[in-house]
């Protein structure tokens, strides 16, 4: 299958930017949703944005509405997540992952391949 690395993770002040890449191996986004997802420290993973197949439809969780911003990248085969407004509530290792297509994919569930994951901390 194809296979997810995220980067882009750092260590920022709060009310700062970043901004993850997701490089998929092949190309996925025709066929199969995109998500970003986190795990703070003692929680359990949440998904924050949902990419269809379109490239335009995005779905995102209310906690991160308005200050992040995903979208599929120029080629086939990477994404971005754009995190404006950083809070120290926003600590978490962040991962991107992908599921075939349905209408469901904003729900977050049954995303079975997943990248290694990449450390965001807010102070």
């Known amino acids: 299958h194809v296979q997810l690395v995220e980067s882009g993770g750092a260590s920022v002040q709060a009310g700062g930017s970043l901004t993850l890449s997701c490089a998929a191996s092949?190309?996925?986004?025709?066929?199969?949703?995109v998500a970003w997802f986190r795990q703070a420290p003692g929680k359990e993973r949440e998904g924050v944005a949902v990419i269809y197949t379109d490239g335009v439809t995005i779905y995102y969780d209310d906690s991160v509405k308005g200050r992040f911003t995903a979208s599929k990248g120029n080629t086939k085969n990477d994404a971005y997540l754009q995190m404006n407004n950083l809070q120290p509530e926003d600590t978490a290792v962040y991962y991107c992952?992908?599921?075939?297509?349905?209408?469901?994919?904003?729900?977050?569930?049954?995303?079975?391949?997943w990248g290694q994951g990449t450390q965001v901390t807010v102070s």
């Open positions: 992952a992908y599921r075939r297509w349905s209408t469901t994919c904003g729900d977050f569930k049954d995303y079975a391949y």
């Open positions: 092949g190309n996925i986004f025709n066929t199969h949703c």
